[in-house]
Each structure stands twice: as C-alpha cells, then as structure tokens.
C-alpha cells in the first residue's frame, strides 16, 4: 500500500504551530517569525517527511529556496580532499536548511548553467575566482565569497583574519623557544588567504630579528609527509615546522612517526585551521578558524539578500578572529 503524502497541517500539528505559520516558513516569510519557531517547524518536517513541489512552490513565490554552494574553479579542485572545507559546507547545509533553503554543489561552469535553480551564490574565493567575479555579478543574485577577496565588484566577504594566523602561529612557537622554523604554505599567488597567513609570520619573524625557510607545494597530506622525510635526509631538521593548513601537519605527523621522532621534544608541529575532529584527535596545536561562526554568518547575510524585497544591500566585509589551540604537538 502506497504511503499517503505527509500534509502542511500534520506538519504545523507536529511543530505545534498554525498552517499558516509553516506556509510562511516555506515561502521564505521570515520577518515575524523566531529562531525557536524555525527549528521546531524544519524538526517536524524533517521527521514527519514532509516534500513540497519545488515546482509549485517556485511559482507561486518567484523563488526557488536554493543557495549554489561553488566548490572550485580550473585552478583549484582540492575541496572534496580538504575536511575542513567539507565541514563548512554541511555546516551551511544546517543552517540554511532551519531558514527553509538547501544547497547545491556547483563548480564556475555548471553555476552558469543552473542560474535559474539558485537564488543566490556562496563562493569559496581562490586566486581564479577574480576572472569569474564581473559575470557572477551580472546574474543578478545575490553573491557572498568565502576568504579575501576585492570588494569593489559588489559581492559581499567573509573571511578569516589569515595574517593574524600566521602572527599567532609566529609568537606561539617563539614562546616555547622554537627559533629555527621551517613553514610550508602554497606558492605565492595561489590561494589568497595563505599569502595573507605567510605575511603575517613572516612580518612577526622579521620584527623579532629571525629568519625562517619556506618550502611551497600543494599542501597536501602527501607533501607534509614527503617534505619532512627530505628534511630529515638531508640533515636539515628545523626546531618546529609551521603548516599553514591542518592537512599538511598531519603528513607530518606521519612521518614523525616513521623517522621515530618524538613530538614536540625533537619537533614540534603547529598548523592552521582546526579541522573538526580530526586535528582534536590527533592532539594537533594549531591556530583555529572559526569555521561555524562563518558558516552561520554566511547563510543570515545570504537570506537577508535574497529577502531585501528588491532593496540592494551595500557589500559586507566582516572579518573573523582566530584563536591558539595548544594540544600535545606544541
């Protein structure tokens, strides 16, 4: 026997409110209506199954309650390796999901393609988002990038403090008394944020009358691992090495463990991000960005856009502070 299709009204009974408050919740009615209210009613619908026709739904509000989440672009397609972006995204997914919307995966070819499925866009900005930014603003949508990135063209930013990181990764480790550094970051140029981490620790070593190495690659796992084994055969082991990302610390940590270093007292480690779980378990110091603050700043900024009634809403630059986490391998 077929199962019968869940109603508006199970769904208002169930969340202990009126119908006519879940049709405003999905018709994207916000203004009078409380968080509390919104949780309960995405609960109920969630539990109770509840599907609305995006199809009707779309006609009769002129939305489709859709954000495009755009992962990467030609010059960059390492997201669905890097949890820490992976945790954003369903952070996002979350909170978006309790104001009534989803999101869709896109990269810069398909978000083209799908313009009329979206109503707005959260980009992850690298060194190849500029080319694309003057017709991503011509689509008439609302446009938030992730990461640093030229407020002129109209798009709102958020982003993390990222020469901060690199001033706090900086000072932790001299405080210990780590003075031979080696810090592994991208090639300059790459992605924005990290020139921006490696400004800020080299401008603090370069205050403080030190010098430091700087060995570039893709900031993989692999290339952690690859370059301490280097270091250590070519008899050029620093003090502490500095990841400029969580993922390249625990390559090295990796190969810590097969050169039968001991960590912190034959090398210390420290990187940057803070990846859920993953950089706790591993008992990883590191310099941690906010990555759920951004992601719940991110979705408000975007409903509100898309909820403006045609009112532009002037670009928003709003930076977020980082904090020190130290753990075992500092």
């Known amino acids: 026997m077929a199962k019968k299709r869940v109603t508006l009204v199970q769904v208002a009974k169930d969340a202990g409110c009126s119908p006519a408050t879940v049709s405003h919740f999905l018709n994207g009615n916000f203004q009078k209506m409380g968080l509390q209210t919104k ?9 109770l199954g509840y599907q609305v026709n995006p199809v009707a739904k779309s006609l009769i509000t002129g939305k489709m309650h859709t954000i495009g989440l755009v992962l990467s672009d030609s010059t960059y397609d390492g997201y669905f390796e890097d949890l820490y972006f992976l945790h954003f995204a369903q952070v996002i997914k979350q909170q978006l999901k309790m104001l009534g919307y989803k999101i869709m995966l896109l990269d810069f070819e398909e978000i083209f393609m799908n313009i009329q499925m979206v109503d707005g866009i959260i980009v992850k900005a690298t060194i190849g988002t500029e080319k ?32 901060q990181s690199g001033q706090t990764g900086v000072n932790h480790l001299l405080s210990r008394g780590y003075h031979k550094l080696v810090i592994l970051t991208y090639p300059h140029g790459h992605v924005p944020g990290f ?22 690659g893709d900031m993989t796992e692999k290339f ?11 008899n050029q082991l620093p003090q502490a090495l500095f990841c400029l990302s969580d993922i390249s610390a625990i390559g090295v940590l990796k190969a810590c463990k097969d050169l ?3 960590v912190p007292q034959d090398l210390a480690v420290l990187g940057v991000d803070d990846m859920p779980t993953v950089s706790e378990l591993l008992s990883l110091s590191t310099v941690r960005h906010p990555i759920n603050e951004l992601a719940e700043a991110a979705s408000k900024l975007m409903i509100q856009s898309i909820e403006s009634d045609g009112q532009r809403i002037e670009p928003v630059e709003e930076v977020f502070s980082t904090e020190l986490m130290v753990r075992r391998t500092s």
């Not at 949780?39 to 539990?47: A, F, G, M, N, R």
């Not at 798009?155 to 020469?163: E, G, I, K």
């Not at 020139?195 to 570039?216: E, F, H, M, P, Y």
């Not at 952690?224 to 070519?234: K, M, S, V």
């Open 39 to 47: 949780e309960k009613i995405s609960l109920s619908i969630t539990k």
């Open 132 to 163: 694309f930014m003057p017709k991503l603003m011509d689509l008439n949508v609302p446009v938030i990038t992730i990461g640093r990135h030229n407020l002129s063209y109209g798009a709102h930013v958020l982003r993390v403090n990222d020469y």
């Open 195 to 216: 020139d921006d981490r490696l400004n800020g620790a080299s401008d603090t070593l370069q205050q403080k009358g030190k010098l430091t190495t700087v060995i570039t």
């Open 224 to 234: 952690g691992y690859d370059t301490l084994i280097n270091l250590a055969q070519t």
């Open 260 to 262: 039968g270093l001991s």
